[in-house]
């Protein structure tokens, strides 16, 4: 499965401008890619406070995302401000290449951010199939909690993270996206932004694809909008874990 990930700017609140940009973007990868992965609320940036931008599954970011799934024949991961139920939500989606998609909330919620003042947490794992591979998304802040991430008896092959983590904090990302390769025998993508943010916050990247021994596929260039794709392979992930079968001394466990 051919993955890309986009390292960006994120203009503030400007979902016109992010969309229009995005658009380019994803025309210029059709026919070389499966699948995109995007930041974190790649359409705003995290505008946690701002829920005027919030937009139920019938808004144009959907639709929009929809659209460019079917018309340039690939997967799109990210999230975005939901509302439902009169609720608000990080929103982290997946849409096919026919259009189908696939969501699941936020976890755990940015305290020192206020997040938790303004969203709901999710409840839900999101795992897919798609190529071949069982993809697990999750959303930033949640790379700080494995018992959410944990990989019980293989269940995905794939983990993948958008992110606005912040430059500040930028060594903790680079660890823990290690960590989670490692702990659960699988391949880890963590897109993150770059630039500065209307809060006046910088992030300058470290987006990452790496193995399941926390190897470097993709690395990025920092402070430095990016695109790069790699070509990941579900057989030698399998025979790897065959041959050195952690997951099957793992703990069993609910989550609750």
Same mark, same amino acid.
């Given at each position: 499965?051919?993955?890309?990930?986009? /390292?960006?700017?994120?203009?503030?609140?400007?979902?016109?401008?992010?969309?229009?940009?995005?658009? !380019?973007?994803?025309?210029?990868?059709?026919?070389?890619?499966? @699948?995109?992965?995007?930041? +974190?609320?790649?359409?705003?940036?995290?505008? !946690?406070? /701002?829920?005027?931008?919030?937009?139920?599954?019938?808004?144009?970011?959907?639709? *929009? =995302?929809?659209?460019?799934?079917?018309?340039?024949?690939?997967?799109? #991961?990210?999230?975005?401000?939901?509302?439902?139920?009169?609720?608000?939500?990080?929103? #982290?989606?997946? !849409?096919?290449?026919?259009?189908?998609?696939?969501?699941?909330?936020?976890?755990?919620?940015?305290?020192?951010? %206020?997040?938790?003042?303004?969203?709901?947490? %999710? &409840?839900?794992?999101?795992?897919?199939?798609?190529?071949?591979?069982?993809?697990?998304?999750?959303?930033?802040?949640?790379?700080?909690?494995? !018992?959410?991430?944990?990989?019980?008896?293989? #269940?995905?092959? @794939?983990?993948?993270?958008?992110?606005?983590?912040?430059?500040?904090?930028?060594? &903790?990302? $680079?660890? @823990? @996206?290690?960590?989670?390769?490692?702990?659960?025998? *699988?391949?880890?993508?963590?897109?993150?932004?770059?630039?500065? &943010?209307?809060?006046?916050?910088?992030?300058?990247?470290?987006?990452?694809? =790496?193995?399941?021994?926390?190897?470097?596929?993709?690395?990025?260039?920092?402070?430095?909008?990016?695109?790069?794709?790699?070509?990941?392979? =579900? +057989?030698?992930? +399998?025979?790897?874990?065959?041959?050195?079968?952690?997951?099957?001394?793992? $703990? /069993?466990?609910?989550?609750?």
């Amino acid at each position: 499965m051919r993955v890309s990930l986009i /390292q960006d700017n994120i203009h503030w609140a400007d979902k016109t401008t992010n969309l229009r940009k995005t658009e !380019v973007q994803l025309a210029a990868l059709s026919g070389s890619t499966d @699948l995109v992965v995007l930041p +974190e609320m790649y359409t705003t940036g995290f505008c !946690v406070d /701002q829920l005027f931008l919030a937009e139920d599954m019938e808004g144009e970011t959907v639709k *929009t =995302l929809i659209h460019w799934a079917t018309t340039y024949h690939l997967a799109i #991961a990210g999230s975005f401000i939901a509302v439902e139920n009169n609720k608000y939500f990080n929103r #982290a989606f997946f !849409v096919f290449a026919d259009g189908r998609i696939e969501i699941a909330d936020k976890r755990h919620l940015f305290t020192m951010g %206020g997040e938790q003042n303004y969203f709901s947490a %999710g &409840d839900k794992h999101l795992i897919v199939n798609y190529c071949g591979f069982n993809i697990c998304l999750l959303v930033c802040y949640d790379i700080r909690f494995p !018992v959410w991430a944990r990989n019980l008896n293989n #269940a995905y092959d @794939l983990l993948i993270y958008v992110a606005n983590f912040p430059e500040k904090r930028i060594s &903790d990302w $680079d660890i @823990l @996206l290690q960590a989670r390769a490692v702990e659960n025998q *699988t391949y880890i993508c963590g897109v993150n932004r770059v630039g500065d &943010d209307g809060a006046g916050i910088k992030y300058n990247g470290h987006s990452a694809l =790496l193995d399941y021994h926390a190897k470097p596929l993709l690395t990025f260039p920092e402070n430095e909008t990016s695109i790069q794709t790699c070509e990941i392979m =579900l +057989e030698p992930l +399998e025979q790897y874990r065959r041959k050195f079968a952690v997951w099957k001394d793992a $703990d /069993q466990f609910e989550i609750k």
